[in-house]
């Protein structure tokens, strides 16, 4: 089945420690997208890649970094300078092609030991 | 800023009831709408809007673009207890080399009681 899978689905974190979440997709699509989920709020953009090699920051950028070696990957590092990491984090792809909807994963819920 | 607005942020009602959600926004560069259904985990698409007047509907759900208004509703008739769950909206700008920074709005919690 074609989708897109995020790992691990609970993560715990020390202070001080970097974390990277995983997300995989096997739908061919070129975008790719990580978001943040607050308790009561909606999804806010961390970063989006456009294609292989290409990565760009959303609105809340800060304290988290991406990588897109594959097509098919683009893990995100959550980084001891992200202060407040605690958060339902989900991961997005897209076709291209204006009327092209984003498709989710099921998430990872970050939390601090 | 961009922003999407939308309401209630909660709603209680019994199954069988119909609901209308709300979603107005204030972009600078609109392109599409979009509507998701959240129920534990991942949000899971529902329509896509990007002309005003034109009514989607699937089963239960209709939704509808009013552009010059700058808001959107999500209709569902004859609800019941599996429509309980987070319905978000978002909106998009065009799309620029193959992708598109969604805006999403805080999410109407909908609960279906029996």
């Known amino acids: 089945d074609g989708g897109i899978t995020q790992s691990p689905k609970y993560l715990f974190r020390k202070e001080g420690q970097n974390v990277t979440l995983s997300c995989e997709q096997n739908l061919n699509h070129d975008a790719m997208y990580w978001y943040r989920q607050d308790p009561g709020q909606g999804l806010r953009l961390i970063y989006y890649?456009?294609?292989?090699?290409?990565?760009q920051k959303g609105d809340i950028a800060e304290g988290y970094s991406v990588s897109r070696e594959k097509k098919e990957s683009f893990p995100l590092t959550v980084t001891s300078a992200q202060k407040n990491p605690t958060a339902f984090y989900l991961c997005a792809s897209s076709r291209r092609g204006s009327n092209q909807p984003q498709h989710f994963g099921d998430g990872t819920r970050l939390s601090i030991l | 800023e961009d922003k999407v607005v939308q309401s209630p942020l909660s709603l209680v009602v019994h199954e069988g009831d119909t609901v209308t959600l709300n979603c107005s926004y204030e972009?600078?560069?609109?392109?599409?709408l979009l509507w998701y259904k959240q129920e534990k985990k991942a949000p899971t698409f529902l329509f896509m809007l990007?002309?005003?007047?034109i009514e989607k509907k699937s089963g239960r759900l209709s939704s509808i673009l009013d552009k010059k208004e700058l808001f959107s509703i999500l209709n569902i008739t004859a609800t019941q207890t599996g429509d309980s769950a987070v319905y978000l909206c978002a909106v998009g700008p065009p799309i620029i080399q193959g992708a598109q920074k969604l805006v999403f709005g805080q999410g109407t919690r909908l609960t279906i009681n029996p």
């Open positions: 990007t002309s005003s007047g």
């Open positions: 972009v600078t560069n609109f392109r599409s």
């Open positions: 890649s456009q294609i292989v090699n290409d990565f």
